[in-house]
């Protein structure tokens, strides 16, 4: 198969950060019976069922193919066989509540539970091999598979244009540690079944996308590797009700149930700026939008909340801009990397440099000792294992935030941290595996968040680090591999110039019809990431795709900020201000009340109103907000095309019809 490969881009949230486990959905009925009986585990022959919640997944121990046998009578298939050879399986012994064989031509270990009502299978080996399994969406009776890329999409299995090279989808292969912002993906079949199958230990598992005979479906591979801590693949299947979220929801509830979530109540108790956060728009200031006379000029328009950062270009906001900002109400942050390292003497931005010996010695280094070069070729990647060791005696981290905070800035922007590019280091002087990368991420974000007190953010930020951050810019937008090579086409998509207002964030750019449909028809959009993780981390589009860079799309972005519940997220000049303030302005009074009322609360609910999904609803919390939304042309009960309504607290609905650009 010919694959492409999706590109990227200390607590509980560390604790949770190392393992893997995959959870699905079951059910069906045969000869091993139904909800009447309730033993846990019954082997028969090749044959192991395991009671889950709504009926019994029924594992084939010859194959791992999994079916379900739910209560209502359904059957279908969970996993298709693995894909490879597995070899003759021994003898399946049973202990307790657990299954446990061996495929020992494959070295493979395998244990199969009931565990909080799913099925949980655990693989483990000591070599070094690969297992191909779980086959998901296999089964006739799947509609739609739905997959976290970003925001989340829900994408139809039997539709010929995702089938297609048109799509950017079949074919391709996306790490689910670096490619998906939350290590799950569901299906929805006839009827109101589903599945959801979750990755805990996401470090070494592949997900790819495969077309065959017209039809959609997936295979998660997994990599063992004693060196690289990832020699046990545990997998689980659940039952779910099929909706387009429902395997979110169940990721959701498992990571409630391990701790996994923070929320952003208990992160604005810790940190009262955070506060700041709700209800504000977010965006990067250029030229005299950096200064205390572009402050002004926000506040002249009405807005009274946002989320104000900058580049590092070598011109910070002045502390006199600073001030007047947070007396405003809003939150100053800067841009940072503490990815990328390059000779100060040459680098092109200020955030590659570092002081010597780290731009010499803190590389990342493969197996044959070559440096892993950095980001767009330039420099290297730093092991975060080097800035570890050095720190308590360099002081590294500790004087770049100083530095960076030096004009009072209470907030923080550090790219990368979050997205879930880690590395293993082969360096003798600082050895690192994937695992231990994330850990050292979790920790330096966790110190800035926490002993620092700065409100943090990180790009793209997957859910593993939501104890740590308060908000993500990028974990809303479900790039299409396309975009990458659109952004270095410099003479369409626009460079680094002007200094006060660089085309490649300010000039207005048309995607191609299929990267527009892949990315941003409202019929495949999903909110996977609000379901999951909407009361603890603010998450926007991505920075360098700001509201008005697309302007075909700007009616759509508009309108599903407002259905999410998330803020946009902008770029500003003078002559930005000029053209767009006062929609901007428009957009952020209307989504202001609307994030109040339902920031720190659930998306407790999401449905496609219309048979064409372009009429969708949103809820949050207990009744907190409401949010319709008309993506169609046409009026449904009232409600016209291109509008959305929101109700908040149970009172009148409040209306937008946003303009396009």
């Known amino acids: 198969m010919k694959t ?59 194959s791992l193919a999994v079916r379900a046998q739910a209560d209502d009578g359904s059957a279908w298939q969970l996993s298709a066989p693995a894909a490879g050879t597995l070899g003759p399986a021994g003898k399946v012994s049973v202990h307790g509540a657990t299954a446990t064989w061996r495929y020992p031509s494959k070295g493979l270990a395998v244990t199969a539970s009931a565990q909080d009502g799913r099925l949980a299978v655990t693989v483990r080996s000591a070599r070094r091999t690969t297992l191909s399994w779980p086959v998901t969406a296999t089964d006739p009776a799947t509609k739609e598979l739905q997959i976290p890329r970003g925001e989340g999409l829900s994408v139809p299995v039997a539709d010929r244009w995702w089938n297609s090279d048109a799509a950017g989808l079949a074919g391709s292969e996306t790490g689910v540690a670096d490619g998906l912002t939350m290590p799950f993906w569901g299906t929805s079949l006839s009827g109101r079944h589903g599945v959801s199958y979750i990755a805990e230990s996401d470090i070494g598992t592949t997900l790819k996308f495969v077309s065959t005979r017209g039809r959609l479906h997936t295979e998660a591979e997994h ?51 955070a506060g700041r956060l709700v209800g504000a728009f977010h965006a990067y200031a250029w030229g005299q939008a950096r200064t205390a006379e572009g402050v002004r000029r926000l506040r002249e328009l009405g807005i009274d909340r946002m989320w104000l950062g900058y580049d590092a270009d070598g011109s910070p906001m002045s502390r006199e801009a600073t001030t007047l900002a947070e007396r405003s109400g809003y939150l100053v942050g800067p841009y940072d990397s503490w990815a990328n390292a390059q000779d100060p003497a040459t680098a092109d931005t200020s955030v590659s440099k570092w002081p010597a010996p780290v731009w010499q010695d803190a590389c990342v280094h493969r197996a044959d000792g070559s440096i892993v070069t950095g980001f767009g070729g330039r420099g290297c990647y730093v092991s975060s294992e080097a800035l570890r060791r050095a720190e308590p005696s360099r002081h590294y981290l500790a004087d770049r935030t100083r530095q960076m905070t030096a004009s009072g800035a209470d907030s923080y922007f ?64 479900p790039v299409d591999d396309r975009l990458w090579a659109l952004e270095r086409d410099r003479q369409n998509w ?168």
């Open 223 to 273: 990599a063992f590797s004693t060196r690289e801590g990832t020699s046990r693949y545990a997998v689980t299947f659940a039952l779910t009700d099929g909706s387009p979220v429902a395997a979110a929801q169940d990721y959701r509830a498992w990571l409630l149930r391990h701790g996994g979530i923070t929320t952003l109540r208990t992160k604005i108790a810790r940190n009262p700026e």
């Open 494 to 661: 626009g460079g680094y110039a002007p200094g006060t207002a660089p085309a490649v964030f300010f000039k207005p750019v048309r995607l191609p019809a299929d990267v527009a449909k892949a990315m941003y028809d409202p019929r495949y959009r999903v909110p996977l990431y609000q379901t999951v993780l909407h009361d603890s981390v603010i998450s926007t589009e991505r920075w360098e795709l700001s509201w008005s860079k697309l302007p075909d799309q700007s009616r759509t972005r508009a309108l599903l900020a407002m259905l999410y519940n998330v803020p946009l997220n902008l770029v500003l000049s003078q002559s930005e201000l000029e053209q767009h303030g006062r929609r901007i302005a428009e957009l952020q009074r209307y989504f202001e009340p609307l994030h109040k009322a339902a920031a720190t609360e659930p998306m407790t609910g999401f449905r496609r109103l219309t048979s064409d999904g372009l009429v969708q609803r949103t809820t949050f919390g207990d009744h907190a907000l409401t949010v319709t939304a008309n993506f169609s042309t046409t009026a449904h009960n009232g409600l016209p095309g291109g509008c959305v309504d929101a109700v908040v607290h149970g009172g009148k609905p409040r209306r937008l019809c946003p303009a396009g650009l």
């Open 4 to 62: 492409r490969k999706l590109k990227r881009t200390k607590n509980k949230a560390i604790a949770l950060s190392g393992a893997l486990t995959v959870i699905g959905v079951v059910g069906a009925a045969t000869a091993f019976g139904t909800g009447t009986d309730r033993a846990q585990v019954d082997v028969r022959g090749n044959q192991v069922a395991v009671r889950v919640a709504g009926g019994r997944a029924v594992l084939d121990v010859s």
């Open 414 to 477: 550090l790219d990368v941290d979050a997205a879930g590019e880690l590395f293993t280091d082969h360096s003798p002087a600082h050895p690192m595996t994937q695992a231990q990368d994330r850990r050292n991420r979790l920790r330096r974000m966790a110190w800035l968040s926490g002993d620092r007190k700065l409100v943090l953010g990180s790009e793209s930020a997957g859910s593993w680090a939501n104890g740590v951050l308060s908000f993500s810019h990028g974990s809303g937008t």
